[in-house]
């Protein structure tokens, strides 16, 4: 595909329509269409039911009227303009079209206190429809073997009641086949009692790291060079292809993008997937990035909170240690997170990465002092903790599964990952056992459960009631 082509359509698209949340609206011109007629002739309908109930109109008393009502006042005179000077209302409009970094500009797409109460009943009632085995299965993310749908997907579905499931290039054969799998694992989900539609993912953040490289997708290269453009547009359009071409396989969620701070393009783990080493700047970008993907119809997952750009050890093989000092975390590492926190991010991932002064025993993902401490209560997110994979190294090799999985719940992990290696089954079983011990609340499984059914009401997955 033509990269120059698809941005030149949608830079055009976005000088003539006005960017709405619903995404499913401006992707069906023929609805929208349908609802304008519908609208103007409920508008006519009322117009004549008001006239008919409207009296007599008595011409002589509304002349009276006419002639006590003083004059009209003289006309404002219009300020004159200097020659090669903007209109005032031009300069205002150009000012508040430019988004600033750090700026508020996702405001409009916070839903209003009706609809945010709206999804919370609705989460409770399908709450209230789960076992507790659903429950549970609805904290986990999972993946599966192969690139058909077989009996041991259907059984995890079934069984195992996941929330959802991750995709990799060894499920992927061509974008017909992506299709077809994922179309599969939904009607699996829709069989449930009650039927719960997945989140289904995949790390597709452009450059280097792509679960799908088909050949009719389009290919970026890695985030840190679409930041040296310095335009925020140009992120918001990459971001838009990039969850249009995955939502077209059927995917509704994106793992991305990475909001680590990184000052090299090197192949580090996350060297050129960084933004940059501006935190402002990467939240910035970040805020973009959203809204790209938000017109795509895709949930974003902004990563790896607090974040991973100050170490080169890769977590996937083991446990990264970061020495540096709580204020300049906050003045760094986090302030990308804070930004896009502040402006409406729905789903986030944890790092498996020690922060030693503000927790020496725990990475960021089993740590109640970061997540629950300080990303809930003082930054203030109220969305979806994702956990990074819960497989890999920097894990798998300090902690073991049972004691995980408890701190995953006591830090409050809303979604964990199980990007290979476990099986559900085992994990289902533990934390089963973890909480007939009483080491796992059933609130500590319920919060989590919420979350996430909100965000699939949220996203049109699942219906408001």
Same mark, same amino acid.
């Given at each position: 595909?033509?990269?120059?082509?698809?941005?030149? +359509?949608?830079?055009?698209?976005?000088?003539?329509?006005?960017?709405?949340?619903?995404?499913?609206?401006?992707?069906?011109?023929?609805?929208?269409?349908?609802?304008?007629?519908?609208?103007?002739?409920?508008?006519?309908?009322?117009?004549?039911?008001?006239?008919?109930?409207?009296?007599?109109?008595?011409?002589?008393?509304?002349?009276?009227?006419?002639?006590?009502?003083?004059?009209?006042?003289?006309?404002?005179?219009?300020?004159?303009?200097?020659?090669?000077?903007?209109?005032?209302?031009?300069?205002?409009?150009?000012?508040?079209?430019?988004?600033?970094?750090?700026?508020?500009?996702?405001?409009?797409?916070?839903?209003?206190?009706?609809?945010?109460?709206?999804?919370?009943?609705?989460?409770?009632?399908?709450?209230?429809?789960?076992? #507790?085995?659903?429950?549970?299965?609805?904290?986990?993310?999972?993946?599966?073997?192969?690139?058909?749908?077989?009996?041991?997907?259907?059984?995890? /579905?079934?069984?195992?009641?996941?929330?959802?499931?991750? #995709?990799?290039?060894? !499920?992927?054969?061509?974008?017909?086949?992506?299709?077809?799998?994922?179309?599969?694992?939904?009607?699996?989900?829709?069989?449930?009692?009650?039927? #719960?539609?997945?989140?289904?993912?995949?790390?597709?953040?452009?450059?280097?790291? !792509?679960? *799908?490289?088909?050949?009719?997708?389009?290919?970026?290269?890695?985030?840190?060079?679409?930041?040296?453009?310095?335009?925020?547009?140009?992120?918001?359009?990459?971001?838009?292809?990039?969850?249009?071409?995955?939502?077209?396989? %059927?995917?509704?969620?994106?793992?991305?993008?990475?909001?680590?701070?990184?000052?090299?393009?090197?192949?580090?783990?996350?060297?050129?997937?960084?933004?940059?080493?501006?935190?402002?700047?990467?939240?910035?970008? %970040?805020?973009?990035?959203?809204?790209?993907?938000?017109?795509?119809?895709? /949930?974003?997952?902004?990563?790896?909170?607090?974040?991973?750009?100050?170490?080169?050890?890769?977590?996937?093989?083991?446990?990264?240690?970061?020495?540096?000092?709580?204020?300049?975390?906050?003045?760094?590492?986090?302030?990308? *997170?804070?930004?896009?926190?502040?402006?409406?991010?729905?789903?986030?991932?944890?790092?498996?990465?020690?922060?030693?002064?503000?927790?020496?025993?725990?990475?960021?993902?089993?740590?109640?002092?970061? +997540?629950?401490?300080?990303?809930? %209560?003082?930054?203030?997110?109220?969305?979806? /903790?994702?956990?990074? %994979?819960?497989?890999?190294?920097?894990?798998?090799?300090?902690?073991?599964?049972?004691?995980?999985?408890?701190?995953?719940?006591?830090?409050?992990?809303?979604?964990?990952?199980?990007?290979?290696?476990?099986?559900?089954?085992?994990?289902?079983?533990?934390?089963?056992?973890?909480?007939?011990?009483?080491?796992?609340?059933?609130?500590?499984?319920?919060?989590?459960?919420?979350?996430?059914?909100? +965000?699939?009401?949220?996203?049109?997955?699942?219906?408001?009631?």
């Amino acid at each position: 595909m033509n990269i120059l082509i698809v941005f030149v +359509l949608f830079l055009a698209s976005c000088g003539t329509a006005k960017h709405a949340t619903k995404t499913t609206e401006e992707s069906s011109p023929p609805r929208q269409a349908q609802l304008l007629k519908m609208e103007e002739r409920i508008a006519m309908s009322t117009k004549d039911l008001e006239d008919e109930k409207q009296p007599p109109v008595d011409r002589e008393a509304e002349k009276e009227k006419k002639e006590r009502l003083p004059a009209e006042p003289p006309p404002i005179e219009e300020p004159e303009e200097k020659p090669g000077e903007e209109p005032a209302e031009e300069q205002l409009r150009e000012t508040e079209a430019a988004p600033q970094p750090g700026e508020d500009i996702m405001e409009s797409q916070k839903p209003p206190a009706d609809r945010k109460l709206q999804t919370e009943a609705a989460a409770d009632h399908y709450l209230n429809m789960l076992t #507790l085995e659903q429950k549970i299965g609805q904290r986990f993310i999972a993946h599966i073997e192969g690139r058909e749908f077989s009996e041991k997907t259907a059984c995890l /579905i079934r069984e195992n009641y996941v929330a959802g499931i991750i #995709l990799y290039p060894w !499920n992927a054969d061509f974008p017909d086949q992506v299709k077809k799998l994922t179309s599969s694992i939904q009607d699996a989900a829709l069989e449930n009692a009650p039927p #719960l539609p997945l989140l289904i993912c995949a790390d597709q953040e452009g450059g280097r790291v !792509n679960a *799908f490289k088909f050949d009719e997708m389009t290919r970026f290269p890695s985030p840190y060079y679409w930041a040296q453009y310095g335009d925020p547009l140009f992120v918001e359009s990459a971001a838009y292809v990039i969850c249009r071409e995955i939502s077209e396989l %059927g995917l509704n969620m994106n793992l991305a993008p990475v909001l680590d701070v990184y000052s090299e393009p090197d192949k580090t783990i996350i060297g050129d997937r960084s933004m940059g080493a501006d935190p402002v700047a990467v939240g910035a970008f %970040g805020l973009s990035y959203l809204k790209g993907a938000e017109r795509a119809g895709i /949930i974003s997952v902004v990563k790896h909170f607090p974040g991973h750009g100050s170490t080169t050890t890769d977590s996937h093989r083991d446990l990264p240690v970061v020495e540096a000092s709580s204020e300049d975390l906050f003045e760094n590492d986090f302030k990308p *997170f804070r930004i896009v926190i502040e402006n409406g991010a729905d789903a986030l991932m944890t790092s498996h990465v020690v922060y030693s002064d503000i927790d020496p025993d725990y990475p960021a993902t089993l740590s109640i002092r970061i +997540l629950r401490d300080i990303l809930r %209560g003082q930054l203030g997110f109220q969305g979806v /903790i994702i956990s990074d %994979g819960i497989s890999m190294g920097a894990l798998s090799k300090h902690f073991d599964l049972a004691e995980t999985l408890k701190r995953s719940f006591a830090a409050g992990v809303d979604l964990i990952l199980v990007h290979s290696k476990y099986d559900l089954e085992e994990l289902t079983r533990i934390v089963v056992d973890l909480h007939e011990k009483g080491e796992i609340s059933e609130e500590e499984i319920n919060e989590g459960v919420k979350r996430v059914l909100s +965000l699939k009401i949220k996203y049109g997955l699942l219906s408001p009631l």
